[in-house]
């Protein structure tokens, strides 16, 4: 039996799995930030007799090091997770991206079936993504397959309308992280119109057809468009699978997908970016599916 867990700054679910892609929830608990040792016990409660620890986590990990960076939860951060777990609680542990095991579960249960090459993107308080092919997760240097989010990609004018480069929480400036997912929202209402206002309420507006909301809108729209495109210019998707707060809204995702097929070198394609299916505990479920491969249980 393996043990999946889906870790956030603040909650960790827990569920057994009997197969792949199959979650029963154990329950949750409030994730220990500070505390290596507690964070290992908070697990401990739900492990039991499994076989093996299957990770889903708001981090990067460096594939060559084990070691995760994960901003949230800072008495994790630097540590090897996954050697450390393994050693805490005696049962071999694999740790991945929560937006990783998305794409993970979307390709296998969600609006991913079908297709040989997903690529899963999340738009929510940020920007994230993932890589499947042929049914495999793919990783690389570092650790950084898929995120898109980063990088000095953003433009300084969209729409007819200048944008600033924002200074982004990895370090960099300009990246899409900045200006795509719902904070990026309302950082962009802010510069256009001068207001402050949820980005729940933006996309409101926008279908409202208040002028204020349409530009911002229209100015994210152009900024996440161009850098999506050329991701998918560059793997060659087929479909992406689009989870987060954002994806809450079909008609904003429409709206987007539009805007990227008519930037992609793919001629005459039919919908690309498509709302996430597979929306009922996503990171557990991925879990499960890259545990059951990476330790072999049937």
Not at 3 to 19: N, Q, T
Not at 131 to 149: H, K, Q
Not at 194 to 204: F, H, K, L, P, T
Not at 218 to 228: I, K
């Amino acid at each position: 039996m393996l043990v999946c867990f889906d870790i956030g700054g603040s909650r960790i679910k827990a569920a057994r799995s009997p197969a792949p892609g199959i979650v029963e929830p154990l329950g949750e608990v409030p994730t220990p930030r500070d505390d290596a040792r507690a964070f290992a016990e908070a697990l401990r409660r739900f492990v039991g007799n499994s076989a093996a620890i299957a990770i889903s986590i708001t981090g990067v990990v460096a594939p060559e090091t084990g070691r995760i960076r994960v901003a949230n939860i800072p008495g994790l951060n630097g540590t090897c997770l996954a050697e450390d777990l393994r050693a805490a609680l005696g049962k071999p542990v694999w740790v991945g991206n929560d937006a990783d095991c998305f794409t993970l579960a979307e390709a296998a249960r969600g609006a991913g079936r079908g297709h040989r090459n997903v690529f899963g993107v999340i738009l929510g308080t940020g920007v994230g993504g993932g890589l499947v092919i042929d049914g495999r997760l793919i990783s690389g240097a570092g650790g950084y397959v898929g995120e898109w989010g980063h990088g000095p990609a953003a433009g300084t004018t969209a729409a007819g309308w200048m944008v600033p480069r924002l200074a982004c929480g990895c370090g960099l400036t300009g990246c899409i992280d900045t200006v795509g997912g719902a904070r990026g929202i309302e950082r962009l209402h802010r510069h256009l119109n001068g207001v402050d206002a949820s980005s729940r309420q933006i996309v409101e507006d926008w279908r409202s057809g208040d002028a204020a909301a349409i530009r911002t809108i229209a100015v994210w729209r152009d900024l996440v468009a161009g850098p999506l495109a050329m991701v998918l210019n560059t793997v060659g998707s087929s479909v992406v699978p689009v989870g987060g707060g954002l994806s809450t809204a079909p008609d904003l995702i429409a709206a987007l997908d539009i805007a990227v097929r008519g930037r992609v070198l793919r001629p005459d394609t039919g919908q690309i970016l498509k709302v996430a299916e597979a929306a009922e505990e996503p990171g557990l479920v991925g879990a499960s599916l890259a545990g059951h491969a990476e330790f072999g249980h049937d």
